[in-house]
């Protein structure tokens, strides 16, 4: 192992990479594209869902209720029809994608100290819009709860609102909060995928893999120039992604750094050594790129990365356990939203594990064959 | 390592037996080669006789399936390391970075071998003069003419000065002018008593060479200096200048004592083995047949000798078929 040589084939790297000016471009503008598609295209639609209100209570209570959703900013209310009867049609036509229904009695009941159900509908065609949905409305009516205790000078056990969904997650998810470390993960793989499966077709396209084998340069020292400059170009862009998520959209971290970071190398290994198979068993640069869509779209579809794993038919779900970005997904989205650590989150790391060790380790022994050859 | 301490008497290239096949494709079977060190070796043969497969091979960039070879006495199997050094080896193909240029080129490949920095600068400079690419340092190899190409290779190849050069058809492609350049380069180093085998189809190659050996079918089948070579062929060659020479083809193949007819231009060339006087013979032929022509014995060149060769062999073969 030469130290020099390894260099030498990294500046080599660099420098065809700087003559390839559409390469470097497509490079740095798809993870920003994809953060603004990804983003804002989900962040915008969930914040302002359409609502109705039927307030059959009509009271102060009822009406400061209607003033916490319309406040918060996820919800918009733009009907309130005057029963229950006339909510069914706007449900059906999409007019309304959630509705609040408050009951006759709501504030009496309170007054009396019982507890008050109200009634949340949501629509179940969308399973994000219905899980997102329901989740903000919990949020709102708990908050509501504590305002009027800490109000009236109740204790913390009295009966309230009792809001008739039930949501097992963080009601504080947003979208784009699970969207980013998703996407951070879902770039790294595109762009190592696309890139790698190149390498090694390209030079013996071109020839010069053959001229490498009459210089002292070894398959290792080969294999570590080749991958050093796009793991490193995988890694700017992850930072572009990650900068974009924090500082714009404002995506709380929570969690904790060294998570983040084990995860993304595990599978940063897997995303380089299915580059590399790729690139080991196709014959042209074409072909290379066909195969590499072929790995992406059940990727991209199964993974949990657009379509939730749960919303999945029964007999699909097991599926998604082979697809690598779904453990990536799981420990990204936990580690940044949830705050969870290596306890929490050891099964999807071992299974990182696993993945890297067992491809990448089959793409380097299988490139040093090919290249000795 | 330059070729001034080359041992003298020590064989550059010592091959026994060696084979490769390409599933059913039998490439390279049982050759053996002794190239003494300083020779130039011409390696002819028709497309597919298997010239870039035993090149590969000597490179250390082919395994052989069996047989040995030896590198300045180093095998190209088990000691790559003490082979490459010493070697350097031009692909048929174009095989450098397109997207690099010419000097990058020349830098990468001499650094990756080691070569100093001062070292490099010096040897860039001289060879990218000989081979007039110094107008040319920052283009882009892609960007280059095809003869350019080549001796972009070439100087790449001997920017780590190298005892021998494995050169796999390095002028297929090249204008006459550039061919023409090309050898000049190889015979200077052939001065420098480096060691050459070059794979060619060019006939008017291998007569720039000091030894050469014919492929076909993955087999010698003859080897020998040219004039060695040229005196396997027996007879004598003749050169009949007539009109329609090709209709005339047939009435001098049926003269007795000539084994061989071609047509080489406007003029049909005759092999003649036979103890009467050729030209009397040929002449009264053609008279019979009503056509006159002119006879003059011509000294035998490696183009003929060649298609007599692949003539001779392909008639052996068809004799043990039947």
């Known amino acids: ?373 | 390592m330059t070729a001034t301490t080359t041992p003298q008497g020590v064989g550059a290239i010592r091959a026994h037996a060696l084979r490769r096949t390409f599933g059913e494709v039998v490439a390279v079977a049982e050759v053996d080669l002794d190239i003494p060190a300083g020779a130039v070796f011409g390696l002819l043969g028709p497309d597919g006789a298997g010239k870039s497969t035993l090149i590969r091979m000597l490179a250390t960039v082919l395994r052989p399936d069996s047989g040995t070879a030896e590198v300045f006495g180093h095998s190209v199997t088990a000691e790559r390391d003490q082979v490459t050094p010493r070697i350097g080896y031009m692909s048929q193909r174009f095989s450098m970075y397109p997207d690099l240029s010419v000097m990058e080129n020349l830098e990468f490949f001499a650094t990756v071998r080691g070569v100093g920095r001062a070292d490099r600068r010096t040897r860039a400079k001289a060879l990218l003069e000989s081979m007039g690419l110094d107008e040319f340092t920052t283009r882009q190899a892609q960007f280059l003419s095809g003869g350019m190409k080549q001796k972009l290779m070439l100087a790449t190849t001997l920017m780590h000065e190298p005892d021998l050069l494995l050169l796999d058809e390095p002028t297929t492609g090249v204008d006459p002018v550039s061919r023409r350049e090309f050898w000049r380069i190889l015979a200077g180093l052939h001065r420098e008593g480096r060691t050459v085998l070059v794979a060619t189809p060019y006939m008017d190659e291998a007569e720039r060479c000091t030894q050469v050996a014919f492929l076909d079918r993955g087999r010698i089948q003859r080897s020998g200096s040219p004039d060695e070579i040229k005196a396997q062929v027996p007879g004598q060659l003749l050169e009949v200048s007539l009109p329609e020479p090709r209709a005339a083809m047939a009435v001098l193949a049926d003269v007795p004592g000539v084994t061989s007819v071609h047509l080489l231009g406007d003029v049909v060339r005759v092999l003649w083995d036979a103890d009467a006087d050729p030209e009397a013979a040929l002449t009264g032929a053609l008279a019979a047949a009503g056509r006159s022509g002119r006879v003059r014995e011509v000294a035998p060149d490696m183009e003929t000798v060649f298609a007599y060769l692949a003539e001779a062999s392909g008639a052996a073969d068809e004799e043990q078929a039947s």
């Open chain 1, 1 to 373: 192992m030469s130290a020099r040589r390894i260099r030498l084939l990294i500046w080599k790297e660099f420098t065809q990479l700087r003559r390839d000016p559409l390469l470097i471009r497509l490079l740095l503008v798809m993870p920003v594209l994809q953060l603004i598609l990804f983003g804002y295209v989900v962040a915008v639609d969930i914040r302002n869902l359409a609502t109705a209100v039927v307030d059959l209570d009509q009271t102060s209570t009822s009406r400061k209720l209607e003033a916490a959703f319309s406040g918060s900013g996820y919800f918009t209310i733009t009907q309130t029809p005057a029963t229950e009867d006339d909510l069914r049609p706007l449900l059906d036509r999409g007019t309304v994608k959630v509705a609040l229904v408050i009951p006759e009695g709501t504030q009496d009941r309170l007054d009396r100290g019982e507890t008050a159900p109200i009634g949340i509908i949501v629509d179940g065609s969308d399973s994000q819009i219905s899980a997102v949905g329901s989740g903000y409305a919990s949020q709102i009516i708990a908050q509501f709860n504590a305002d009027r205790m800490t109000e009236q000078g109740v204790s913390v056990t009295a009966p309230g609102i009792d809001a008739q969904v039930r949501v097992m997650f963080n009601p504080t998810l947003d979208p784009v909060n699970t969207m980013i470390p998703g996407l951070i993960a879902a770039i790294m793989m595109i762009s190592l995928m696309a890139i790698m499966s190149q390498a090694v077709v390209k030079e013996r396209e071109s020839g010069t893999l053959e001229q490498m084998f009459v210089t002292p340069i070894h398959a290792t020292e080969y294999l570590i120039g080749k991958l050093t400059p796009y793991a490193a170009l995988a890694t700017a862009q992850m930072l572009l992604v990650a900068a974009g998520g924090l500082f714009w959209f404002r995506v709380p971290f929570n969690g904790n750094f060294w998570v983040v970071l084990v995860g993304l190398a595990l599978f940063m290994l897997t995303c380089i050594g299915l580059g590399l198979l790729v690139s080991l068993v196709s014959r042209t640069r074409h072909q290379a790129q066909q195969a590499v869509m072929f790995i992406m779209i059940p990727t991209m579809v199964l993974s949990g990365f657009i379509f939730p794993i749960q919303s999945m038919p029964a007999i699909i779900q097991p599926l998604t356990n082979l697809i690598p970005l779904t453990w990536a997904l799981e420990v990204l989205r936990g580690a940044f939203v949830k705050g969870s650590g290596f306890e929490a989150l050891a099964v999807p790391m071992i299974v990182l594990a696993g993945f890297a060790v067992v491809i990448f380790g089959a793409s380097i022994v299988a490139t040093r064959r090919r290249i000795a050859e």
